[in-house]
């Protein structure tokens, strides 16, 4: 990738009269931990899903890693792993099946299966049925997920959400360490400033679809 990981220009998305992300500009660099902060309906989920292709913008563009994101562009997706809302898993399946499945589907290498699992802390879990797990275990098997093809991006919305203080915690130390193993770049975006900020390097907050504060966190 290039110096920025994700660049914005001018990005904008209506829904009807609503303009939910209004001329946004973001610049994160490659290897940094990004909180991207505001409250909830403040255009968060929106810009995630246009960094991704997933939305089309009605103005501007985003680049990854220096190349222009356009839907389908298989090449450039391969390059990002994103968590967005609930990890999909199958329940009636173990950990090492889920990520077997996705091996499978997407023709990765089943030799990541051990490290990723190592890395998400589950290794000890990983022939258990995820219908046994807790929450804060589905979210890092979700990562886990995330992170097979070992990309260079990694996009989280609000990974810690219905998490209780040591889900928060055991996401946080994760966060780190997905970063600083491989110096992947992780964008998260959240409400909670006093969560993203033991982890960030980078805070960039947006405010009824505008970005308001860009500036370095506390880690």
């Given at each position: 990738?290039?110096?920025?990981?994700?660049?914005?220009?001018?990005?904008?998305?209506?829904?009807?009269?609503?303009?939910?992300?209004?001329?946004?500009?973001l610049q994160v660099p490659a290897g940094?931990?990004?909180?991207?902060?505001?409250?909830?309906?403040?255009?968060?989920?929106?810009?995630?899903?246009?960094?991704?292709?997933?939305?089309?913008?009605?103005?501007?563009?985003?680049?990854?890693?220096?190349?222009?994101?356009?839907?389908?562009?298989?090449?450039?997706?391969?390059?990002?792993?994103?968590?967005?809302?609930?990890?999909?898993?199958?329940?009636?399946?173990?950990?090492?099946?889920?990520?077997?499945?996705?091996?499978?589907?997407?023709?990765?290498?089943?030799?990541?299966?051990?490290?990723?699992?190592?890395?998400?802390?589950?290794?000890?879990?990983?022939?258990?049925?995820?219908?046994?797990?807790?929450?804060?275990?589905?979210?890092?098997?979700?990562?886990?997920?995330?992170?097979?093809?070992?990309?260079?991006?990694?996009?989280?919305?609000?990974?810690?959400?219905?998490?209780?203080?040591?889900?928060?915690?055991?996401?946080?130390?994760?966060?780190?360490?997905?970063?600083?193993?491989?110096?992947?770049?992780?964008?998260?975006?959240s409400h909670l400033l006093g969560e993203?900020?033991?982890?960030?390097?980078?805070?960039?907050?947006?405010?009824?679809?505008?970005?308001?504060?860009?500036?370095?966190?506390?880690?």
């Open positions: 990738m290039s110096d920025a990981a994700i660049r914005t220009y001018s990005l904008t998305r209506r829904f009807g009269k609503l303009v939910a992300v209004d001329r946004l500009d940094s931990v990004y909180a991207f902060l505001g409250p909830n309906g403040a255009g968060k989920s929106t810009t995630i899903r246009m960094l991704l292709g997933l939305f089309r913008p009605d103005a501007g563009r985003v680049e990854i890693g220096g190349r222009r994101m356009r839907r389908g562009d298989a090449l450039l997706l391969s390059r990002i792993g994103a968590l967005i809302e609930a990890p999909s898993l199958y329940p009636h399946l173990t950990a090492r099946e889920n990520l077997e499945v996705t091996c499978r589907l997407t023709g990765i290498s089943s030799d990541r299966i051990g490290p990723v699992l190592d890395t998400v802390r589950l290794a000890d879990a990983a022939n258990r049925p995820v219908r046994t797990f807790s929450t804060g275990m589905r979210q890092r098997l979700g990562i886990a997920l995330a992170i097979l093809a070992d990309p260079e991006l990694l996009i989280l919305d609000e990974p810690t959400n219905g998490l209780d203080p040591a889900g928060m915690q055991e996401m946080r130390e994760l966060i780190l360490r997905v970063s600083r193993q491989d110096g992947r770049t992780v964008f998260l975006s993203v900020g033991q982890v960030a390097s980078l805070v960039g907050l947006i405010a009824t679809g505008r970005r308001r504060f860009g500036g370095r966190g506390d880690a």
